[in-house]
């Protein structure tokens, strides 16, 4: 027997591209850079527990409203850092330079 899991995917990554292509918009030397865009999300994601679910309504359901809030408050927190993160890696590699 053969499991397909296809299917499976981390919550976090699609609210994690949302956010960061949100606030995209306030950092437009990281916007600018398809890398350091990727360099953003990974970072916020690695600061957030995985939640890896098959279908968003799965997760979604078993969510009380304040679990919810927290979720999306963590997931602003974690795009925030990543964002401050990237510009201070990419700035310290511009002196080095």
């Not at 957030?48 to 359901?61: G, N, T």
């Given at each position: 027997?053969?499991?397909?899991?296809?299917?499976?995917?981390?919550?976090?990554?699609?609210?994690?591209?949302?956010?960061?292509?949100?606030?995209?918009?306030?950092?437009?030397?990281?916007?600018?850079?398809?890398?350091?865009?990727?360099d953003v999300a990974c970072v916020?994601?690695?600061?957030?527990?995985?939640?890896?679910?098959?279908?968003?309504?799965?997760?979604?359901?078993?969510?009380?409203?304040?679990?919810?809030?927290?979720?999306d408050a963590a997931i602003a927190?974690?795009v925030g850092y990543a964002f401050?993160?990237?510009?201070?890696?990419?700035?310290?590699?511009?002196?080095?330079?």
């Amino acid at each position: 027997m053969s499991a397909d899991f296809t299917s499976l995917y981390n919550h976090h990554e699609r609210e994690v591209f949302a956010a960061v292509t949100a606030a995209a918009p306030q950092y437009p030397a990281i916007a600018a850079d398809a890398d350091l865009m990727c360099d953003v999300a990974c970072v916020a994601l690695n600061r957030l527990p995985p939640r890896y679910i098959r279908h968003a309504v799965d997760y979604a359901f078993y969510l009380t409203e304040p679990e919810r809030l927290e979720t999306d408050a963590a997931i602003a927190e974690a795009v925030g850092y990543a964002f401050n993160f990237v510009q201070a890696r990419t700035a310290l590699r511009a002196k080095q330079r």
